[in-house]
């Protein structure tokens, strides 16, 4: 499965616990637009670090916490695991 | 047997109550015959007046020298096992010890204390000492951080609890407790058998809950005391099908409504209690209506002289059964200017009930959002097939601090299971209120492990 599926994936689980009613998940979708608030954020970032073993946000001091969806999915690829 | 002033533990023990006795997992000793004979190979009278460090490894021997040596000895420090050198030397400093009665003598030669005495199983004495002062009991902190700290009882203030309720409460109890006796909750179940006039039968570290079970069985235990996650350990055993005590008593952690109702429902014969106590303020109350939390008319003067109240969310105590005061050289003052001491223990007023929800220090801030560890855990073992259970901080670059979930599952249950008690595991998260938006992840783990004082190992973040 691709990183790009396991996080929507874990979106999708997200909004339904945080009743979320998510937009349709497109690269350029801005994330403040996906109605997640800080906590479904964290949540998310926590549940991806078990799921694919990596956190973007916390092994380089210097990545900047993305804008869009697509550039949240690009902080995920672009980590060596 | 009934006194209104203690002096001494000698005075509770004598040859008119038969067939007393106090046993671990492979001896027992008469309690009825104990004032004829010592553990100290006959060197009690070395220790009149002095400072001495109980450090025997053993749980009976260290019982019965504690009975020997009370009303005798200036001060007596209780030294529970596996504490390290660093520690003990502290310890020697601090409490002024000059004599360490232990049963392992060796390591003690150059402790520079000036008399290292040896204890062993009891052996008949040739001379009785009589009680000539109240012994100071010093006693350990239990807290999970940094050095422990030395808390200086009166044998009064320690028993204060069980002499208030009289003896006629607990009639012909064979008392025991998960706890180890050098530590609070389990020091004052023996006190209960010594002074109530009954029998103990005390834990062994390396015992399994099963053959622990089988062994309360077999020596007719009647009453029972340990922390929520010792209960929870039995429960989960499945081993406690046939035990059936009296009296099933809580302490040292909060009891929520799943530990209680799982101990009403598998001990249907037994009063099941639960108690607040601390090492420092003493035993504040013991609730029996099976139902979490306590009433909120206990706020305020109680008949028997305690006194507690509310302040900024924590339980404070005025007590005569508190500690008199810390011990050593850098020793914080343990009350406040009109004698309450600060549990940090933290209640909310629900209805009529305050329920605890957690340590001062153990708050996890998510993002703003301040919960308590405990109030996860209530809420998640409110599921049927939830064992146990740990939340604990783990750090998050967006909000700080997320809550992680590790949960024990009752043996059994189908891993295809797991996602479907995940999801409704949230969702009675959702329904708690404060708690509504966590924890963020939850993890299904095999165990969970227990500190030697029986509280749940929180690791800290």
């Keep these: 499965m691709s990183v790009r599926v396991r996080i929507f994936e874990a979106m999708q689980q997200i909004a339904e616990e945080q009743k979320v009613v998510l937009p349709p998940l497109e690269d350029d979708l801005l994330l403040h637009e996906t109605g997640f608030d800080s906590l479904a954020f964290a949540i998310l970032v926590a549940r991806l670090e078990d799921d694919l073993g990596i956190d973007p946000f916390t092994v380089a001091d210097a990545v900047a916490f993305p804008s869009t969806v697509g550039e949240l999915v690009r902080a995920y690829e672009n980590v060596p695991v | 047997m009934c006194r209104s002033e203690i002096s001494a533990l000698r005075e509770y023990l004598g040859p008119e109550m038969k067939g007393r006795s106090i046993s671990d997992a492979q001896q027992s000793v008469s309690l009825t015959d104990i004032l004829g004979e010592t553990c100290l190979g006959g060197r009690l009278h070395e220790l009149v007046g002095r400072s001495v460090l109980m450090a025997v490894e053993d749980q009976l021997i260290s019982a019965i ?206 009063s099941i209690g639960h108690a607040y106590a601390s090492t420092e303020a003493g035993v504040g109350f013991a609730v029996d209506d099976g139902r979490e939390g306590f009433p909120a008319d206990l706020i305020g003067p109680s008949r028997d002289g305690v006194e507690m109240k509310v302040v900024d969310g924590s339980l404070r105590i005025r007590s005569p059964r508190a500690a008199r005061a810390y011990i050593g050289a850098e020793a914080p003052q343990l009350t406040d200017a009109d004698g309450f001491i600060d549990t940090g223990d933290m209640v909310e007023l629900r209805g009529e009930r305050y329920h605890f929800v957690g340590r001062r220090g153990g708050i996890i801030n998510i993002g703003g959002l301040k919960v308590h560890p405990e109030e996860i855990e209530s809420a998640i073992n409110r599921h049927g097939c939830v064992r146990m259970s740990r939340a604990r901080s783990r750090r998050s670059p967006i909000t700080g601090s997320v809550v992680v979930a590790d949960v024990v599952l009752a043996d059994g249950t189908a891993a295809g299971r797991h996602e479907t008690i995940r999801a409704e595991i949230f969702g009675q998260c959702k329904n708690s209120p404060g708690i509504h938006k966590v924890p963020a992840v939850i993890r299904f783990v095999e165990r969970l492990d227990v500190t030697a004082a029986g509280k749940l190992a929180r690791a800290e973040a």
């Design chain 2, 65 to 270: 020298a504690m009975t020997e040596v009370d009303g005798v000895a200036w001060r007596m420090l209780l030294c529970p096992p596996g504490l390290n050198s660093a520690e003990v030397q502290s310890l020697i400093e601090d409490a002024d010890i000059d004599v360490v009665v232990t049963d392992q003598p060796a390591p003690w030669m150059d402790a520079g204390v000036y008399l290292v005495v040896a204890a062993r199983l009891p052996e008949t004495a040739l001379t009785k000492e009589k009680t000539t002062r109240a012994t100071e009991w010093l006693m350990l902190t239990s807290g999970t951080s940094g050095l422990p700290k030395i808390v200086r009882h009166t044998l009064d203030g320690l028993a204060g609890a069980i002499t208030a309720e009289g003896p006629a409460r607990h009639p012909n109890a064979t008392w025991a407790t998960f706890y180890d006796i050098r530590r609070y909750g389990g020091l004052q179940i023996f006190l209960r058998a010594v002074i109530g006039g009954g029998s103990m039968v005390l834990s062994d570290a390396g015992e399994s809950v099963a053959d622990h079970i089988a062994r309360l069985r077999a020596r007719g235990v009647t009453h029972i005391s340990g922390t929520p996650s010792h209960w929870r350990k039995v429960l989960m055993s499945g081993a406690a099908a046939n035990f059936s005590p009296r009296y099933v008593r809580l302490s040292g952690e909060i009891a929520d409504q799943a530990v209680l109702d799982g101990l009403a429902r598998t001990f249907p014969h037994a």
